[in-house]
């Protein structure tokens, strides 16, 4: 969708993407859609897009704990995981 709606700014993902992916360094790219300011709910859907059924929303707060558990956690080393609640 994004690639239709704004063309410009999926190509400077891509780019970012690119950049990241082909740095050399371990690397986890953590993807999603729609952050909003409620509470940690805890529960996170984690998958790919394209492949996995990933809803839409997600909370700043599992954002930000998700991250955060990948520093120690090679679960997704080299991987673009998306999240939501």
Known sequence: MGRTILPR?????LGM???IMNSGV???IV???APKGTPKKG????????????GF???RADIAAFT???LDDDTYLNAA???SN
Do not use: H
């Open 17 to 19: 993407t690119n950049l």
């Open 26 to 28: 371990n690397w986890t």
């Open 81 to 83: 995981p998306a999240i």
């Open 57 to 59: 929303t997600v909370s």
């Open 68 to 70: 955060a558990a990948r």
């Open 43 to 54: 529960n996170l859907r984690v998958g790919f897009f394209g492949t996995d059924r990933i």
């Open 31 to 33: 993807r999603f859609t």
């Open 9 to 13: 700014a999926y190509k400077e993902l």
